[in-house]
C-alpha cells in the first residue's frame, strides 16, 4: 500500500500517459473525441472500468465548460450501460474522486456490483482496496476489455440525430463513403457530412466535416432536400434527419481519382474509403445508398433541373 502511495504521489500523470499511448499495463477499451476508457488495473469488482477526459483535467466540475462535461457525461452513461450488458450486475455504482496529492487527473469511477453481496460488503466497502484487489490475467483483463468495448461500440441513444450531407454531384456520379455492416454483413454507401453540432448550421457542418474527414474544401453548397432515415446499423435502431446538399470540390483533381481514403474522426480515428458511383450502380440489395429516399430525391432534382 505504501509502496503504491508512493508511486501514485512521483510518476507523471498515468491518464495522459496513457492518452499518449503509453499503456504501462493499463487496458484500454474505448476512445473517442470526449474521453477514454480503461479497465481498473486494481479492481475491486470485476467489470470495474474507468473513465476520463482526454485533455489533463482535474476539478471534476470547475475544469470543464458545461458542455465538455455533459459530452463526457454521456459517455459515462453509455460506458456503464456496457458494463452492466457485459457482468452480472445488481447495481452499478458510479463515482469521481481522486486527489490533488496524486491521481490529480479527474476520472469517473464505473463499478458493477454482482448479485448476492451482503449489505454490509455492498457500497463503499465494495470498492475499499483492504481486502486487496481482483488477480485478473491479461488474456482475462483483455477479453473483459472487447466484450465491454463491443457493447459500447453498439450502444444506442435513442436521440434522433440531425446531419448535413453533400453528394457534390458530377453528371450522374456521386462521392459516397464506404461502410460495412458486421450484422447484416453488407457494404453500404452514403454521401460524406456528419453531425450538426450545437450552434453550427448544416452547410458549417459540410464545410467542417469534408476537411476534418478528407482535407478537402467545399464551394457552392446549395440545398436539395430533407430526408427521414429510420434504419438499424450493427443491430441498433437509429433515427436521423438528414440534410441533403449538392456541392463543388475546390480540388477539381479529386473528382478524378479512383478513391479517396478518409478518416472518421466521429469514430475514433478509423480509415474509410470515399468511391465515386453512378446512381444507377446502387441496389437495395447489392450495393445500398443511405440515407433511405436519396437516389428518389437526386433522380427527381434532376428532372426538375431539366424541366
Ligand atoms: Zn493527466
Known amino acids: 500500500m505504501q509502496a503504491y502511495v508512493a508511486e501514485i504521489q512521483s510518476r507523471p500523470c498515468f491518464i495522459c500517459e496513457l492518452v499518449a499511448g503509453n499503456a504501462n499495463g493499463n487496458f484500454e477499451i474505448f476512445r473517442d473525441t470526449n474521453g477514454i476508457v480503461f479497465l481498473n488495473k486494481y479492481p475491486t469488482l470485476y467489470g470495474y472500468v474507468l473513465v476520463a477526459p482526454l485533455r489533463h483535467r482535474e476539478h471534476v466540475t470547475g475544469d470543464f465548460p458545461l458542455n465538455e462535461y455533459l459530452a463526457l457525461q454521456r459517455l459515462v452513461y453509455r460506458v456503464a450501460e456496457a458494463v452492466r450488458e457485459s457482468v452480472p450486475t445488481e447495481r452499478v455504482y458510479i463515482l469521481s474522486l481522486g486527489s490533488q496529492q496524486g491521481n490529480r487527473h479527474v476520472h469517473w469511477h464505473i463499478a ?18 483492504t481486502d486487496g484487489y481482483l488477480e485478473l490475467s491479461a488474456a482475462e483483463m483483455q477479453s473483459l476489455a472487447a466484450r465491454i468495448r463491443e457493447r459500447i461500440d453498439t450502444f444506442n441513444s435513442g436521440v434522433i440525430r440531425g446531419l448535413a450531407i453533400c453528394v457534390f454531384r458530377d453528371g450522374n456520379r456521386i462521392l459516397v463513403g464506404e461502410g460495412y455492416d458486421p450484422i447484416k454483413r453488407e457494404t453500404f454507401y452514403r454521401p460524406l457530412g456528419g453531425t450538426i453540432e450545437f ?16 482535407g478537402a474544401e467545399v464551394e457552392g ?10 434504419f ?39 480509415s474509410f474509403k470515399a468511391v465515386w458511383k453512378s446512381l444507377d450502380e446502387f441496389d437495395p440489395v447489392r450495393a445500398p445508398v443511405y440515407p433511405d429516399g436519396l437516389v428518389e430525391l437526386l433522380k427527381n432534382q434532376s428532372v426538375l433541373l431539366q424541366g
Not at 112 to 129: D, I, N, R, T, Y
Request: glycine share 10%; hydrophobic share 40%; net charge negative.
Open 221 to 230: 453548397l446549395k440545398f436539395l432536400g430533407v430526408l427521414e432515415n429510420i
Open 112 to 129: 458493477p456490483l454482482p448479485p448476492g453481496v451482503p449489505f454490509e460488503k455492498q457500497q463503499l466497502a465494495a470498492l475499499a482496496l
Open 199 to 214: 450552434g453550427e448550421r448544416a452547410e458549417e457542418t459540410i464545410a467542417r466535416e469534408l476537411r476534418e474527414e478528407i
Open 232 to 270: 438499424t446499423f450493427a443491430g441498433k435502431p437509429g433515427h436521423e434527419i438528414v440534410f441533403v446538399y449538392d456541392g463543388k470540390l475546390s480540388d477539381r483533381s479529386l473528382y478524378a481519382r479512383a478513391e479517396l481514403i478518409g478518416v472518421e474522426i466521429e469514430e475514433g480515428g478509423a
